[in-house]
């Protein structure tokens, strides 16, 4: 009495190529994800770089008004616009004013970031001056910017 032994042992070249190919669809789909995520963490890094250079002009500009007084200072600035590559220590007397030129970048994290200022003053004598902060940078050909706006008002005419 003899029995039969079936041999089964190893697999077929079609169940190889089968997990062949779910193993590459998971490395693919895992290469995609890490590449998306380190794209978006470089453009969060250089939207927080460029929000702190924007924020460095608001802060520099509120030290100015508080040190020079409201209308000295709204004289100071003017209804200009300026380039700032670095934040001028005073701003009486104002730098140069002017648009963004090519040599007026701040190199941070790899990238060039032009700092554009435009100030406007309201009325006569000023009672307002509005801050408008654009910084730009290069990101993969394409212009990024982050603009903030601060708006200081006369002293009494509200917040």
Known sequence: MFKKIRSETGSTIIELLISLMIVGLIVTAVAVAGTYSIKNTGEARFKQVATVLAQEVIEKSRAEKNRLGFLSFGSAVGTNTYCFDEVPEFFDPMPTSGACGTGEVKNIAGADFTREV??????????????KVTVSWLDAEKTRSVELIQEFLKPNQGY
């Not at 435009?118 to 801050?131: C, D, H, L, N, Y």
Request: no cysteine; hydrophobic share 45%.
């Open 118 to 131: 435009v100030f406007t003053t309201t009325g006569s004598p000023v009672t307002a001056v509005e801050i």
